[in-house]
């Protein structure tokens, strides 16, 4: 696992990784987050940038595991900008459960590895605030063909 020094604030370690949060863009069916007592519930989040999917297939078929890996690291900075919607300030985020969606072939099996690169991610900016419970999912598809979309919980801190 890469490492950042874990000090200054969780923004400065985003940007010393040459991170930045995403704009979410509002949809009128839903939210990306919903706050209940210092419960955070966040919406599946895709791996979108700028507006655009960064990618489309099923994972062991169209799409490589190195290429699902970046894409969830992706998503996972889009579950972050929500959580950062409901507390105002990345510093406040405690991630407490994490699930990880993969539209992969029925014999691809290595769901876990996609999940791990978002899970280093949130290491790296929170700390141990970024350690969390977690399931990896291979499913047969995804909203819009995308080969990743993760779901989270979290807390205010």
Do not use: K
Not at 59 to 71: I, M
Not at 116 to 137: F, P, Q
Not at 145 to 157: D, G, K, L, Y
């Amino acid at each position: 696992m890469a490492s950042v020094a874990q000090t200054g604030s969780a923004s400065d370690r985003l940007q010393a990784l040459g991170l930045a949060l995403p704009e979410l863009r509002e949809n009128p069916y839903y939210v990306d987050q919903r706050t209940v007592g210092s419960s955070i519930y966040i919406s599946g989040q895709l791996p979108y940038r700028d507006g655009e999917l960064l990618g489309q297939g099923i994972v062991g078929r169209d799409v490589e595991l190195e290429t699902a890996r970046e894409l969830a690291r992706h998503a996972v900075l889009n579950c972050l900008a929500a959580a950062v919607q409901a507390v105002g300030d990345l510093d406040r985020v405690r991630i407490v459960q994490m699930l990880v969606f993969v539209a992969s072939t029925p014999d691809f099996g290595l769901q876990s590895r996609v999940a791990n690169e978002a899970s280093e991610l949130l290491i790296e900016v929170l700390g141990e605030n970024g350690r969390h419970a977690r399931t990896a999912i291979g499913v047969a598809g995804l909203p819009l063909n995308s080969p990743v979309e993760i779901q989270m919980v979290c807390t205010a801190v």
